[in-house]
């Protein structure tokens, strides 16, 4: 049974929903679920711009039919070929053998990699070359790693139509509503289109501010994504959210907490500073517990906030596993420009601190670490109170700081 929704006249959603996934690309968890979109123009030939994961392809096979109404599909455009786009290819190809897809060199030895057939039916555009449908002429421009190298978006020029492929994409299935203007995306879907841009494609900063320099210079009206609501309205907002990603600028002023507590001692240093931060006025601070938050969720939080604070408890002599899978992922990720302070544990022999600081400053970009720390003996006491007050204010003053 077909689910589509139009687009524009004559374009059309034949996408699906994935909402059993428990991991995305098994590592991320999507308990939000996610769309596979793909469109289909109707133009005096027809053409698909992309395809959908497996686990959603007969849904979308019926959606194809539907739209397509007994007429032949002219062509498939493959923007990107990672498999939860592109694991459909072959099932379109088998079932329409009059497609002709149109890819880039990289896209098509992809492609073959994946096994897909494509031989004798390639038709291989470059950067800026265009193609017409007949009332439509799509441009293509390359998009190397976003989030593969092989990456285009298209561009109809006709009606505005940008097909984004990974970018302005998001996590959630859409429930229905298709376009970002018919939720409240600001309210309830933000978090997780920067847990998606975050940790999907973070560590390309640069190349996503080319691609976004690219499209400052073309008269986008509509931006049609490869997962998540299509842009119609407003897209200025969420063009704004992706240059402070990509630039790896905060979006807000605030701490993050991040602890690690085998016992509760190190959670109360994390909650006291918390709280003697909310005592001096600042309300902007977030805590997590790094064994039962999922390192994407902290990812996020910290392309949002401007400062963390890691508390960590000493483990074999070294930094809790937890956290440093989390700094590792930071690294990977390319996480720059935050100032972080620190709040250690050990009993006989705290060494975290001293470890996270050398991770910071050897590892990480443009990074501040604060001089003030919290060095805990097993439990937090008075005899921390000098250092929590200090550190609660240091970050305060940091805070305040332009910037
Ligand atoms: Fe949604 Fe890079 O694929």
Redo the contacts with the bound molecule.
């Keep these: 049974m077909h689910c589509v929704r139009k687009v524009t006249d004559d374009l059309y959603w034949v996408g699906a929903n994935e909402r059993r996934l428990a991991l995305f690309e098994n590592i991320h968890p999507i308990p939000e679920g996610v769309s ?1 979109n793909s469109y289909l123009l109707l133009d005096k030939k027809t053409a698909l711009f992309d395809t959908v994961d497996w686990a959603v392809c007969r849904q979308f096979l019926d959606n194809v039919e539907y739209v397509l109404n007994g007429r032949p599909l002219d062509y498939l455009v493959i923007n ?1 070929l ?1 498999p ?2 592109a694991a459909s290819i072959d099932e379109i190809l088998l079932r329409h053998p009059e497609t002709v897809v149109i890819s880039n060199e990289k896209a098509f030895m992809f492609m073959r990699q994946f096994g897909f057939h494509i031989d004798g039916r390639m038709d291989e555009v470059k950067e800026g070359d265009t193609r017409s449908f007949g009332n439509h002429t799509v441009a293509f421009v390359y998009a190397p790693m976003v ?2 190298p092989e ?1 285009m978006v298209s561009f109809d020029v006709t009606n505005g139509a940008l097909f984004s ?2 970018a302005f ?1 998001s996590f959630g299935s859409l429930d229905g509503k298709l376009f970002a203007d018919e939720v409240d995306f600001d309210r309830d879907w933000i978090d997780s289109a920067r847990r998606y841009l975050t940790n ?2 973070g560590k390309y900063g640069p190349h996503i501010q080319a691609l976004l320099k690219k499209a400052g210079t073309i008269d986008i009206k509509l931006v049609c994504p ?2 998540g609501p299509v842009w119609r309205k407003d897209l200025g907002y969420f063009i704004e959210k992706y240059d402070k990603w990509s630039r790896y600028e905060p979006e807000e002023k605030g701490v993050l907490i991040v602890y690690a507590s085998m016992y509760g001692n190190t959670e109360a240093a994390a909650n006291a500073l918390a709280t003697r931060l909310a005592e001096k006025g600042m309300n902007k601070v977030w805590m997590y517990d790094v064994s039962n938050t999922h390192v994407s969720y902290l990812i996020s939080e910290t392309f949002r906030l401007s400062h963390v604070v890691l508390a960590s408890v000493t483990y074999n002599l070294g930094i809790y596993p937890l956290i440093h899978n989390y700094l590792m992922d930071m690294k990977a990720l390319n996480l720059q420009k935050r100032t972080f302070a620190i709040i250690e544990n050990g009993s006989w022999a705290p060494k975290a601190g001293d470890l996270i600081q050398e991770f910071l400053d050897n590892e990480l970009k443009e990074i501040t670490v604060l001089n003030d720390r919290i060095t805990l003996n097993s439990s937090f006491g008075e005899l921390n109170e000098p250092e929590l007050e200090s550190l609660a204010n240091s970050l305060i003053e940091s805070l305040s700081q332009e910037g």
């Design positions: 596979y990107h990672e939860d786009h989030h593969w990456a492929a990974d994409g999907i494609v490869l997962h």
